[in-house]
C-alpha cells in the first residue's frame, strides 16, 4: 500500500522557522518525484517545492525560493521540507505527494498524497 505521512506542521511566529516531514512507504521512493504542495480555501493547489529522486534536482515556487529547503534522506523514505522566515501569507495546509513524473509538472500527475499538515503563521 503507498502511503504518505507528514508531520512537522503547528503555528509559529512570522520570522519563525519549522521543518515538515514526509515519510513514504509501498512504493520504490527512489524512482518518483516528491512534491510539496498547498491549498488556500477557495484555490487551486500550488506546488511549494520538488525534489526528483531520480537526480536530486529540485524545485521551488518564487514565493518561497530563499526561504525554504527541500531535502531527502534515502534511508529513511523521507523528504524534508525546512521552512525559514515564514510569512502569514504561507498560512496552508501542506501536502506531500509522489508522482511518476518531474517536478514541475501540475499536481493532478502525482497520484499518491499525504493527508497534510496545518501551518498557521501568526503575524
Known amino acids: 500500500e503507498v502511503q504518505l505521512v507528514e508531520s512537522g506542521g503547528g503555528l509559529v511566529q512570522a520570522g519563525g522557522s519549522l521543518r515538515l516531514s514526509c515519510v513514504a512507504s509501498?512504493?520504490?521512493?527512489?524512482?518518483?518525484?516528491i512534491g510539496w504542495f498547498r491549498q488556500a480555501p477557495g484555490k487551486e493547489r500550488e506546488g511549494v517545492s520538488c525534489?526528483?529522486?531520480?537526480?536530486?534536482?529540485?524545485y521551488y515556487a518564487n514565493s518561497v525560493k530563499g526561504r525554504f529547503t527541500i531535502s531527502s534522506d534515502n534511508a529513511k523514505n523521507t523528504v524534508y521540507l525546512q521552512m525559514d522566515s515564514l510569512k502569514p501569507e504561507d498560512t496552508n495546509v501542506y501536502y506531500c505527494a509522489a508522482g511518476w513524473t518531474l517536478c514541475g509538472s501540475h499536481y493532478t500527475l502525482f497520484g499518491a498524497w499525504g493527508q497534510g499538515t496545518q501551518v498557521t503563521v501568526s503575524s
Open positions: 509501498g512504493f520504490n521512493f527512489d524512482d518518483y518525484a
Open positions: 525534489i526528483n529522486r531520480g537526480d536530486g534536482t529540485t
